[in-house]
């Protein structure tokens, strides 16, 4: 499990096609607490740590994971929201966040607001019903409350505030209509969304 507060932006600092792909991840995170097997939620996706070394943790990416996850991340280059897994007795400071993705987001609109971002997003209209206003959000493994919620005849539409501290220490600061990303839903929410759904059968 994870919060969604993201603690470092990792670099892929290399990409090897080995069955599943072998990411090597450059970080800040002191290594020797970081053990073999561990769990890292990489922008928003809980991945196995299979090697390590001083500044870097290598993890395999899987063909599912790859399919089901937002394009541009697992290559040489790309910046991860990166998290450890939530200890007992941490601060939960966001909310409860499984690091499983639930599906993409399209960016539609980003602007400015007082001193924050406004950014819109469209999502398959199959995930609409899980998202309320001030309810909560994982994008890119970030922990973000919901502003707003529309239905369109394209999908659902949503907005999120991004204050100056997010937009620093993520890389949503680097944000751009046309993107995709990865959503997490509440896991409240999906749970019952599945009760509601087996009701209906």
Request: net charge negative; charged share 20%.
């Amino acid at each position: 499990m994870f919060t969604g507060i993201i603690t470092d932006i990792g670099t892929v600092r290399s990409v090897e096609q080995r069955g599943d792909l072998r990411l090597v991840i450059s970080c800040n995170y002191d290594l020797s607490t970081v053990d073999l097997g561990a769990s890292i939620a990489c922008s928003g996706v809980c991945l196995t740590v299979v090697d390590k070394g001083e500044d870097w943790f290598a993890v395999d990416v899987s063909g599912e994971t790859l399919s089901k996850t937002a394009p541009g991340l697992w290559q040489h280059g790309a910046q991860l929201n990166l998290e450890r897994a939530l200890r007992l007795g941490d601060e939960l400071g966001g909310h409860l966040v499984t690091g499983h993705v639930d599906g993409l987001a399209e960016i539609i609109g980003v602007c400015p607001e007082g001193g924050s971002t406004r950014i819109g997003f469209r999502l398959p209209s199959s995930l609409g019903p899980a998202l309320a206003p001030k309810g909560s959000v994982t994008i890119d493994g970030v922990s973000l409350t919901v502003n707003e919620v529309r239905d369109e005849p394209d999908g659902t539409h949503f907005s999120v505030n991004i204050i100056p501290h997010t937009a620093k220490q993520t890389t949503l600061r680097d944000i751009t209509p046309g993107r995709q990303v990865n959503i997490e839903i509440d896991v409240l929410a999906r749970y019952l969304q599945r009760m509601l759904d087996a009701r209906q059968h």
